[in-house]
């Protein structure tokens, strides 16, 4: 398989986890291997002619493997992966092969995602929160934002990392600024205009207002409460 048709199938390995990251916390090699079939049934057909073993599972679960190998070793055709997902091994339930799975880079808490089967039950106001927690939870747009800012928290400085060291590291809520009557149906979020990394507790004190306080009121309010 030449190089080219690698870095070819490694955007179409990456979009499939970029969409699945969107709606779940982490996704299997195993999951990926098979839409690699569902979505390209063609080209992995095609290039499942060049394997000893044609069968389609373990090509497409080759390929995943190969993309998994290159990030492990920073290659140059995985630059465009290399800061956007963190990679975990598992054991396979039978046999005892590690397998990859992938999740975000910049994670945030489980706790906190909404099931998306309660979103038609939902009033036009608990919708636009819906979609304000999408916005700070879409990784892409996560990714995008703490790029620009870093992972310390705009209002107090807090850093998870330098506290809990690896466990914290790359950790940090990400807060939507714009108010919710401002959201309109076409909005399109910015991830370095309307978003802002923040620690728990400062995500936490903003929202006990309605509406939120903004950063620089919050600032303010943490200025005064260590005045002599």
């Known amino acids: 398989m030449s190089a080219f048709k ?3 199938v490694f955007i179409l390995i990456g979009q499939i986890i970029d969409n699945t990251l969107l709606i779940q916390d982490s996704i299997h090699r195993n999951q990926i291997a098979a839409q690699l079939i569902e979505k390209y049934p063609e080209l992995i057909q095609n290039i499942a002619t060049g394997y000893k073993n044609q069968n389609l599972t373990y090509v497409s679960g080759n390929l995943v493997d190969w993309f998994s190998a290159e990030l492990t070793k920073k290659s140059s055709i995985s ?3 290399q800061n956007k997902y963190r990679q975990e091994q598992e054991r396979e339930k039978v046999g005892k092969r590690e397998v990859t ?19 038609a039950q939902l009033t036009e106001g ?5 979609a304000v927690n999408a916005f700070e939870r879409n990784p892409v747009a996560r990714r995008q934002c703490l790029e620009h800012y870093g992972v310390s928290c705009q209002c107090c400085n807090f850093n998870f990392y330098n506290i809990y060291g690896e466990l914290g590291q790359n950790y940090i809520h990400v807060h939507h600024i714009i108010p919710l009557a401002k959201i309109r149906k076409n909005y399109q979020v910015d991830p370095t205009k309307d978003l ?4 728990a507790n400062c995500h936490a004190m903003i ?12 600032k303010e309010i943490i200025k005064s409460s260590h005045l002599p």
Request: hydrophobic content about 35%; aromatic content about 8%; overall charge negative.
């Open 6 to 8: 690698k870095a070819e």
């Open 207 to 218: 929202h006990r207002r309605n509406p939120p306080l903004s950063i620089e009121e919050l």
């Open 79 to 81: 630059k465009d992966w």
């Open 101 to 119: 799975v992938y999740k975000s880079l910049y994670s945030f808490p489980l706790e906190e995602m909404i099931p998306l089967d309660s979103i």
């Open 126 to 130: 608990n919708l636009k929160t819906i």
């Open 196 to 199: 802002i990394p923040l620690c």
